[in-house]
């Protein structure tokens, strides 16, 4: 994990805006606290943050004088390929001397230009200048598990890993654009490179962007590709167990201990028990600790749910001895999660998502005591379909987004003149048939299976990058590298191909379980899907009411005048007597669907955030 910021501008002199570039990059420094650098020029800037996870620490920027100019880089995150990838630049008669990440970055880009990024297998965010062409290029790897945030200005642009290294400079005005505001209440809708705010963008998973004095260019190095499954169920078992093995043992990769969340379901499980051995089979004299967290207030008050049928702490507890690592669990009070939401806000510079930040910023910080680098079995639901929606097909059937439910909708209790300004309910279309015609097709694939890929393309559009920005964002800020081996793109190519029967054979998750079927214990094995927990308790609910209704009815709020104060007030009251009957989005309860409207209040008054 670091941080990495930049400036590139074709009409000013950067080398005077010496210190605009540190206060940038310091931005950074929670992301990155053991090492900072930076480089400037009369163009180009580039700014870092380091944190020493890696075996093969490196100072960044790096340059190489190439003749009279120099070419410089920045990199943000992890390489999983680095010796396969330095052995095909030796091969091609590159020379390193290192072999540390940004090294092989820099000469993979002098060999192959921006498509070295082709050859890249990790998590990452990068910014390469190349003063010979007077060239910038931002890439980022291929499911967006680091984030690159950049904005645009006549003559030049602004970029970093997180918002606020571009908040930083004087440039660049916090501005809320007011046709994003379905996006600010749910940011599950989101397409991939949209953020809240106006100019402000994300390099899109799978993109390298190029910036000369002639603008911005966008090329897609990596799409998902529909072909016929050809192997047996036994095969593809067998298949996925093999490149998750190989996934772990390259992301296992630290220069400390090592640990790993933990719920006790068969996601976590599977990639605590793959840690486990691995660090068994290499010798390595090192323990994995593992990580669960449960509410105080569980006891008194935990109702299970469809999506969350019980409290992950036993089924953690009972993995961790059947697999043998040392576990750890954290008991959150709802004072501790309302004490550390502040950090959170600061963690994502964008709306967050209040107790379901919160529980897993005090999980991280915990984590962060004794490692920087934790493994995670996030996005197994969304590659193999471990939601309920996956099997309802009177759910899906229709032509919305699944995950939505049919529950209130923020967006949809807007002022009548935003609302005729907006349209939700055809942004809400316009997004879902966006990516309906972006789903890659399969020829003469039947019905069934062809709805089922559209649904798994939905899933891991906004759903994914809603769950990767929380985990990124909260370890990140306290100085973790958290990795997902289920987001490696070799096991999504393969998945994404395999038919749903396949997938789903034996029950939820059905494929997953057999390729892990000998280091699952039996109380995962036959575990119903349980989500990343939230708090159930009054208070915690009553809390959110009461901020949502102070919101919505005081005129000083930064928000008054965007909502139709009645409808709102209606809603909560419908809320604060849990008299909402309908099908609630990530299977939360109803006080949570003020989250999104006190979390997007917070953040307009915390960051001056103007509207418009």
Known sequence: MSGLVGWIDFRHDLSMQESVIHAMTDAMQTRGPDAKGTWI????????QALIASEVPAEQPLQERIGAETVAVAVAGEIYNLPELAREIEGAGGVLKTGACPEVLLQAYLLWGDRCVDRVNGAFGFAIWDGRTRKLLLGRDRLGVKPLYYYEYPGG??????????????????RLDLHML???????????????????????????????????????????TSEPHRDSFDDTARHVRDLLDDIVGRQLISAGPLSSMLSGGVDSTSIAALAVRRLRQDGADRTLDTYCVQFESDLAHFVATELRPDIDAPYAAAAAEYMGSRHHTLTATVQDLLDVIPATRKARDLPGWGQFDASMYLLFRQIRNNSTVALTGEAADEVFGGYPYFFKKDVFEHGHFPWLGDGPRLSRHLSPELTALIKPEEDELARYSQLMSDVP???GEDAENARMREIFYLGLSGPLAVILDRKERMSASLGLDVRVPFCDHRLIEYVWNVPWAMKSRGGVKGLLKAAMADVLPPSTASRKKSAYPHVQNPSYDRTLVREASW????????????FDTARMNGLIQQISANAIRSELPGGSNQAALLIQLVELHNWVDEYGVSLG
Do not use: C
């Not at 642009?157 to 916090?174: H, T």
């Open 441 to 443: 097709r399969l020829p």
């Open 182 to 224: 379905p996006v600010a209440l749910q940011p599950r809708l989101a397409l991939p490179g949209e953020t809240p705010l106006t100019g402000l963008r994300e390099v899109q998973p799978g993109h390298v962007l190029t910036y000369t004095e002639s603008g911005l260019t966008r090329r897609r190095y990596w799409q998902l």
């Open 157 to 174: 642009i602004l970029f970093a890993s997180v918002p606020k290294g571009i908040m930083a400079n004087p440039r660049f005005e916090a």
């Open 551 to 562: 919101i919505v009815n005081d005129e000083a709020s930064p928000l008054a005048g965007i």
């Open 41 to 48: 020029s009369q163009n180009a800037a580039l700014g870092h």
